[in-house]
């Protein structure tokens, strides 16, 4: 199964070749604004994102820029309403892999989307355990693992520590780590991620590993 994020500011372009994706094999995710979908990006892997230019919140080359801006190479279908060849150089030079001008067929998107998938092999064989220096986590068993000893996760730990780990050495503030794992907006005064940070440290601990959860005063949390 293929995933893809489409950010768009509404649902009407998704509704025109959404059905032909997943009629393909792809799995299809819907953010309705840049910074949402920046979030899920930073939550969960896709294999490519469809990104409309014009958003409600944020220009669709903002997203890009901070997508490569922090290291994220997954390819990008941006669609545009527009042929301008500077707009489009722009974007090209901001980290965009492909365009599409509207209107489109579903046929051209799918097409579009299976030549970016092969240009980008690795993407359709992800990692199934991450490593940060000796501590493992597996995504398929849902363990985190330091040498000969392993230790069972709650869910909402696992999201954690999954996130934490896929941006290992970046500093997450509170509302990006909120957002990305209980996946709504809390207040950020709550102190909801410091007691499961907590609950991780010591199951960290147990483990014989050496901390890997630093606390940023005033930002948030740093891994590694």
């Given amino acids: 199964m293929r995933n893809v994020l489409t950010i768009e500011g509404g649902e009407r372009v998704t509704r025109s070749f959404v059905p032909t994706l997943k009629q393909s094999g792809f799995c299809v995710d819907v953010a309705l604004s840049g910074r949402a979908g920046v ?12 990104l ?50 509207l209107p489109f067929s579903p046929e051209e998107m799918l097409l579009r989307m299976e030549v970016l998938l092969r240009r980008r092999p690795d993407r359709l064989n992800p990692k199934t355990v991450l490593r940060i220096d000796e501590l493992e986590l597996d995504l398929i068993k849902r363990k985190m693992a330091h040498q000969e000893s392993a230790e069972n996760l709650q869910p909402t730990e696992f999201r954690l520590l999954e996130f ?15 957002e990305a794992v209980w996946g709504i907006h809390f207040d950020p005064s709550t102190n909801l991620v410091d007691v499961h940070v907590g609950r991780l440290r010591k199951k960290v601990a147990a483990l014989g590993a050496r901390p890997v959860i630093q606390t940023i005063r005033g930002a948030g949390y740093r891994f590694g």
């Fill in 39 to 50: 979030t899920r990006l930073m939550a969960r892997q896709y294999d490519a994102v469809i």
């Fill in 52 to 101: 409309e230019r014009t958003l409600p919140d944020l220009d669709g080359l903002a997203v890009v820029t901070t997508l490569r801006g922090i290291g994220m190479d997954t390819p990008v279908l941006m669609l545009s309403a527009t042929a301008d060849v500077e707009q489009r150089i722009e974007g090209l030079r901001a980290g965009v892999d492909d365009y599409l001008c």
């Fill in 164 to 178: 934490m780990m896929r941006h290992a050495g970046q500093v997450l503030t509170r509302t990006m780590i909120l």
